[in-house]
Structures are given as C-alpha cells and as structure tokens.
C-alpha cells in the first residue's frame, strides 16, 4: 500500500484522472485493422494531462489486444491501470506485463460493458489468490465494488491498496430520487473506504455532468473515466477533451 503520507497528499486536491482508451480499441477492432491505435490515444490523453492510463484487457479480447498491453507498458509515462477479471491465466499475463496497477473486475462474456461491482463475499478465495498474486509481485490491487458494506469489508480483509466504486447506478439512475440515494451511498462507501485506509477511486459511467458530485467526495483519490472522454474526443480530439474533463474534476484552476 502507498505510504500514508502520499495517501494524504493526494487527497488535498483534485482527484488524479485515469483515462480508459478502451473504445479507441472498440473502433479498431471494428475493421479489424491499425487504426485508431490506442497507444497514440494514450500519448495524446497524457498531453492533454491524464494522471494514468487505463485499459480492460478482457478475456474475448473485444477491444484491447495484449499488442496493446506490451506497448503501453513500455511508453505510457503515467501510471497504466490494467482492469482485469480473477481468471487466473489473465492474472498471470499482469504479473508478466507489470502494469503499476490492476483493478479487479467482474467480466461476463455477454454483458456490452461491466455492469456492477465485484462480488468478493461469493468469490473469496479466487479474488483471494489473485490479490495475493499481484501484490507479491510488487503491483499495486484496486477492488472495482458496489459501494456495499460487506462487500467492501470482504475487500479490506485482503490487504488491498484501494477500491474503485461502482458509480454505475449513480451515473444511469431511473429518476432524481434515485440519483440522491445512490450519491448517499457512495458518500458513506467512501467514508468507510477512508476510514480504512484505503485508496478511494470511482468509476464508470461518468462525465462531464455529473462527475462533480464523484470528485467532491471526502478522501477522493482517484477517477476512472473512458466512454465520455473518447466520446468527446471525436469533436474536439483527445488533449482537449482530457483537458476539460481535468477543469471538471478541478484540476487547472
């Protein structure tokens, strides 16, 4: 786990921002072909001031490609986030590649992106094993969670560096109401994650409207943010939009 004194340090300001190129690769992957190439994506989303890169290399290898892995370890200049689930042959491929840090999935192969958090409680000793896998290797391990209480106890129980909330049902509510109930709940998450000394990231579903709420959030160390940003990017390209989503999360002041 980070030294607390870099925990606190961070938790002064702004959130980092971890950009997610993952449908830079969908686009790619849709031909078949060389381009876009999310390694440049990467550089372009660094220029604009990403603090890390995030990718999900998933076991049907439907946008990202261990191609893309290989080369972003070797230039990414930010931390490189690699998403995985616990299937322990893609474990391996992390421990090989050394992303500086993996956050825990769940991965179903017909869901169209993740559609919640992961259960720790049902799966124990597979999540269990992963953790300990990539920690012994020196890699830092992120729970991406429901903001549940037993589930992030569960995770707590490991020995983890930081949990990424599911911001899912936040970010996609069927009505104001709900929004407020499930921002109440990621508050109290959050305040449970910092009391524990954990590293509190956020994610999925996020953008420009309504990640202000996410990145006022006592203790917020970290946002993972991909479908908006490569959305924007399309109109006013990566270094921009990277650079807005920065002014929203309030860094650049």
């Known amino acids: 786990m980070p030294p607390s004194n870099e925990n606190e340090a961070r938790r002064t300001g ?8 993952d449908h830079v690769a969908t686009l790619r992957q849709a031909r078949q072909g060389v381009e876009p190439d999310p390694v440049w994506a990467a550089v372009a989303a660094e220029l604009g001031g990403a603090d890390g890169i995030t990718i999900h290399l998933r076991e049907d290898r439907r946008h990202i490609q261990n191609r893309d892995l290989r080369l972003l370890r070797e230039t990414t200049q930010v931390l490189l ?6 299937e322990p042959s893609m474990i391996a491929l992390a421990v090989e590649a050394r992303p500086d840090q993996v956050t825990l999935v769940p991965e179903r192969a017909e869901e169209v992106t993740t559609e919640g958090g992961l259960s720790v409680v049902s799966a124990r000793p597979r999540v269990a094993e992963a953790v300990a896998r990539l920690r012994d290797a020196g890699i830092l391990v992120a729970l991406f969670l429901d903001p549940d209480p037993a589930e992030l106890d569960a995770g707590f129980e490991l020995g983890i560096d930081a949990v990424e909330l599911h911001t899912g049902n936040y970010a996609k509510p069927p009505s104001a109401a709900a929004r407020d109930r499930e921002l109440e709940a990621l508050r109290a ?10 590293g509190l990231h956020a994610g999925h579903g996020l953008n420009y409207r309504n990640v202000q709420n996410i990145a006022a959030i006592n203790g917020m160390d970290e946002l993972n943010i991909g479908h908006a940003i490569v959305s924007r990017a399309m109109f006013v390209g990566m270094e921009r939009a990277v650079r807005e989503m920065k002014l929203c999360l309030g860094g650049f002041a």
Request: hydrophobic letters at 55%.
């Open 189 to 198: 998450a959050a305040a449970r994650i910092v009391a524990a000394g954990v």
């Open 81 to 86: 986030n690699l998403e995985l689930s616990t």
């Open 14 to 21: 702004p959130p980092r921002l971890g950009v997610n190129i």
